[in-house]
């Protein structure tokens, strides 16, 4: 595997243990950025390009390695991991190459748009499934890994099918260096036992 020099992703957050961000316990990342704006985001914070910490595939690759024999799969999700394609499609080729796990990602981009940046079959060969088109407020419902029932499921192996989603939880707390925090694609259920 050749890996190109200098490639660096945002990152907001990696969460190396989780239920509620894809079936079974996975390591979910989630990079900075996302120019979609929709209204009523649960990750406003993840939104600004500016900020977030630059990694390598590599050293990604690397804490994903030391995890692998726990977990099932990586979860990709953002901000808007379609905003930094060139250096997620390295990130994922390290993944494909150097490991069994499955991986999951959500984007706010829908199907069309996918193709039009001609992503589509890339991802096709590096992915077992993604979320796709953007959260939208009036079709909210959460249930199955999507937050508004627009978005699409995109199976491109037969790892996963739509049974295996919808046994995932909404939400999920768990303790980050001994912080709580409320994860997963309906944090506002949990969220709300707080007010
Ligand atoms: S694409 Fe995702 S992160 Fe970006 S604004 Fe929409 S819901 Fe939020």
Redesign the pocket.
Known sequence: MKLTRGINLRIHQIIERTRANGPGVRLAIWVQG?T???PG????E??DASIGEKMQPAELLSIILESEKEIEGISIS???PLDQSEELLELLKCIKDKTQLSVVM???YTRTEIEEMLLLEKLSKLVDLIIVG??IEKFHKPEGLR?SSNQEYIFFTKKYFEQDLLKVPNAEIIFVEGEMQITGINPEQIKSWFK
């Open positions: 996302c979609r704006n929709c985001c649960s990750n406003p993840t939104h953002g901000g808007e959500w984007t706010g953007p959260y937050g």
